[in-house]
């Protein structure tokens, strides 16, 4: 079946510091590709849509200055966390359409972030 | 009143039983419905996907809509302990492919 994967998988930085997680589709394109984040025991939040060649759709509340998400190719999306800060500290997951006019997604595994 | 309700349990059952799960939701513009499984930090995984009311059977899972109720089900038959997990009830509708999720709930199958 399709696979999303993404990098890395665990990352710890420093408050005041950028981190960048990548999401990739391997065995097919994606044009678009939404970010979430996942709070402990609780559901996953849709932050983003992102869209190949196109500025990424951000969901009410979310700081578009703060995640900066990046869809340079169509196997590629990434989610940069500028100047992060404890309260970011979070699990990020990425999916992808199966196809383009799917409603059913595949998840990548999810990236762990933690700020000190 | 929220958009998707999912009791968030948890639920604690021996192996071999029957599980049931339920979410239900008020937006009418939902015309897809999904569960997923979530195993503890990882992302989550499609189970069952389904976009009529009635039973969709895949195995030991069985899906469940009633669009006039807003209510769907997922039923799992002789439960495993590897079915220990948190699972999500998701939802979609319209031309923007985003979906919207239940709390989750977290299932735990003892041997």
């Known amino acids: 079946g399709a696979v999303v994967s993404q990098h890395p998988s665990w990352v710890i930085c420093k408050s005041g510091t950028s981190v960048k997680i990548e999401c990739r589709s391997l065995?097919?394109?994606?044009?678009?590709m939404f970010w979430y984040r996942q709070f402990p025991k609780q559901s996953l939040m849709l932050m983003a849509t992102?869209?190949?060649?196109?500025?990424?759709?951000?969901e009410q509340g979310v700081e578009k200055d703060k995640f900066l998400i990046n869809h340079a190719s169509l196997t590629l999306s990434t989610l940069t966390v500028t100047s992060a800060h404890p309260e970011d500290s979070s699990f990020y997951i990425c999916?992808?359409?199966?196809?383009?006019?799917?409603?059913?997604?595949?998840f990548g595994p999810g990236t762990r972030l933690t700020v000190t | 009143q929220k958009e998707v309700e999912q009791d968030p349990g948890p639920l604690s059952v021996p192996e071999g039983a029957i599980v049931s799960l339920n979410c239900t939701y008020s937006?009418?513009?939902?015309?897809?419905f999904m569960w997923y499984r979530q195993y503890s930090r990882k992302g989550p995984e499609l189970l069952m996907y389904?976009?009529?009311?009635g039973n969709k059977e895949d195995g030991r899972f069985t899906a469940q809509v009633d669009k006039s109720s807003k209510y769907i089900s997922l039923f799992i038959r002789d439960s495993q302990p590897s079915d220990s997990a948190t699972y999500l009830c998701?939802?979609?509708?319209?031309?923007?492919?985003?979906?919207?999720f239940g709390k989750g709930t977290l299932l735990t199958v003892n041997p």
């Open positions: 999916s992808a359409p199966k196809v383009p006019t799917s409603y059913e997604q595949y």
């Open positions: 065995d097919f394109q994606a044009t678009t």
């Open positions: 992102s869209n190949e060649g196109s500025k990424a759709t951000y």
């Open positions: 937006n009418s513009a939902f015309q897809y």
């Open positions: 389904t976009y009529s009311s």
């Open positions: 998701a939802f979609s509708g319209g031309s923007n492919y985003k979906l919207t």
